[in-house]
């Protein structure tokens, strides 16, 4: 798994000692740390409305959408592998794609158990093989997923490698 630095990554820690009889030790921790960054393929509609849907439902503002082809400080090889797939850049600087991004996203909005279960090695096949169908079958998941949604202008394909 590959790693990408925060550039900005800040931490406070805050102390509060002896409440009356006792020592009391109270560590408050806040961090300001750059949010999960998620890349995704910004001239897809099918991907701009998935992406919106789970910003709506991140209720902790813990993500930055940002379509890849935007993304200045990206390597070309991350920028080649986001034509595949959505990718998240975690806080801590972990990148997970396609399957393993989705379920990350998942579990931070609130689907902790349901990702967690979806985690595990016989499952995540499942849901890496069901990502890559999803991929390939855009325009049909648009339709199903966004019946009301205004396509005019976009495209809802996978490059292919070459």
């Known amino acids: 798994m590959q ?11 805050f102390v509060a000692a002896k ?22 393929d910004g001239d897809c509609g099918f991907c701009r409305r998935v992406v919106e849907w789970f910003l709506r439902h991140d209720k902790q503002g813990l993500f930055e959408a940002i379509p890849y ?5 990206i390597t070309p090889e991350l920028r080649q592998a986001c034509t595949q797939a959505v990718h998240v850049i975690t806080a801590d600087g972990r990148i997970l794609k396609a399957g393993r991004a989705t379920l990350f996203l998942l579990e931070q909005i ?4 349901l990702a967690k279960w979806l985690s595990w090695p016989p499952f995540l096949r499942v849901v890496e093989a069901f990502y890559r169908f999803v991929a390939r079958h855009r325009s049909l998941f648009d339709q199903i997923l966004f019946p009301r949604a205004r396509r005019k202008g976009e495209s809802c394909y996978v490059r292919r490698r070459s």
């Open 19 to 40: 409440t009356y009889s006792e020592w009391s030790l109270v560590t408050i921790c806040e961090e300001r740390m750059m949010p999960h960054r998620i890349l995704w």
């Open 3 to 13: 790693k990408h630095e925060p550039a900005d990554t800040l931490a406070y820690h």
């Open 110 to 113: 609130g689907g902790r158990r």
């Open 69 to 73: 082809q935007d993304d200045a400080s």
